[in-house]
Structure formats: C-alpha cells, structure tokens
C-alpha cells in the first residue's frame, strides 16, 4: 500500500528555516520522481519543487528558487524539502506526491506558517 507522509512543518519567523519530510512506503522513492506543491488559503495548489530519478535532477518554483532544496535519503525512503529565508508569502499545507503507473498519490499535507 502506497503512503505518503509529510511532517516538519510548524510556525516560524520571517527569515527562519524548516526541513519538510515525506516518509514514503509501499514504493521506492529513488525510481519514481516525487514532488512537492503547496495550497495557500484561497489559492490553487502549486507545484515547489521536483526531483526526478535518472540523475536526480531538480527544479524549482521561480518563487522558491536560490530558498528552497529538495533532496531524497534512499537509505530512510524519504523525500526532503529544505526551506530556507522564509516568508509570509510561503504560508501554505504543503504536500508530497507521486505518480506510479499512472495513479497520482499525495499525501495529507503539513501547515507551514511564516508569522511575526
């Protein structure tokens, strides 16, 4: 069974820094590209970041980018989100996801909130 699971998220100044987790079972995350977006009140979900898998190549959000470093630990099957000189503006559920065989998989998402 596929399940994925997000935690690390928390309230922090602006200018603070989190690490973001997505504990993946069910499948090996370093043959699949995994993802994270993210859904601010009242706005639609975006996608942050992607790692895929020949080369572990990354992209970022233009909004995110030179801030935010997503990373995979094959040993711990476990995606990262490294976020840092955050922002009001990154105030958001952010959530992991794949795709396998064509099935999209997220998971239940965790609250980041940058406030004074």
């Known amino acids: 069974q596929v399940q994925l699971v997000e935690s690390g998220g928390g309230l922090v100044q602006p200018g603070g820094s989190l690490r973001l987790s997505c504990a993946a079972s069910g499948f090996t995350v370093s043959k699949y590209a995994m993802t994270w977006y993210r859904q601010a009140p009242g706005k639609e979900r975006e996608l942050v970041a992607n790692i895929r898998t020949a080369d572990d190549s990354t992209s970022y959000a233009d909004s995110v980018k030179g801030r935010f470093t997503i990373s995979r630990d094959n040993a711990k099957n476990t995606v990262y989100l490294q976020m840092n000189s955050l922002t009001p503006e990154d105030t958001a559920v952010y959530y992991c996801?794949?795709?396998?065989?064509?099935?999209?998989?997220w998971g239940q998402g965790t609250q980041v909130t940058v406030s004074s």
């Open positions: 996801y794949t795709r396998l065989l064509l099935k999209a998989y």
